[in-house]
């Protein structure tokens, strides 16, 4: 009776942040100093998609990018590293559904922007 305990407890326990983040996201705007602009036509059709096996994809304004990525759920941060240039940017896991996202980067002189992503259904 244990056992069933167990396995039912197990499928019916909530997806992790990880889990949420691996996979798809499309670009729906930015938040700065508490405003949500939408994206210019530029950004219109950026996306990033995140794989359980730590790597991504990533289209920013029509330019690819590929690396890996990792979460830190303690200090809810998400690295990405890029393959190409072996820079990483870390950000701030501001939310996270499994149809919406938002993280935030803050620059060296530390000024805040959040961008908003949507789970794209595919």
């Given at each position: 009776m244990l056992f069933f305990f167990f396995i039912s407890t197990k499928s019916f326990s909530q997806p992790t942040q990880k889990d949420l983040l691996a996979q798809k996201w499309k670009f729906i705007g930015i938040e700065e100093f508490g405003v949500v602009h939408p994206p210019d036509s530029s950004k219109k059709n950026d996306w990033f998609q995140m794989?359980?096996?730590?790597?991504?994809?990533?289209?920013?304004?029509?330019?690819?990018?590929?690396?890996?990525?990792?979460?830190?759920?303690?200090?809810?941060?998400?690295?990405?590293?890029d393959d190409k240039t072996k820079k990483s940017l870390s950000y701030n896991l501001k939310?996270?559904?499994?149809?919406?996202?938002?993280?935030?980067?803050?620059?060296?002189?530390?000024?805040?922007?959040r961008y908003r992503y949507q789970a794209v259904k595919e």
């Open positions: 794989k359980a096996d730590g790597t991504y994809e990533w289209s920013q304004s029509g330019k690819k990018s590929t690396g890996t990525w990792k979460l830190n759920e303690a200090a809810k941060t998400v690295v990405f590293t939310s996270i559904t499994a149809a919406d996202l938002t993280i935030e980067y803050q620059t060296p002189d530390l000024v805040r922007t």
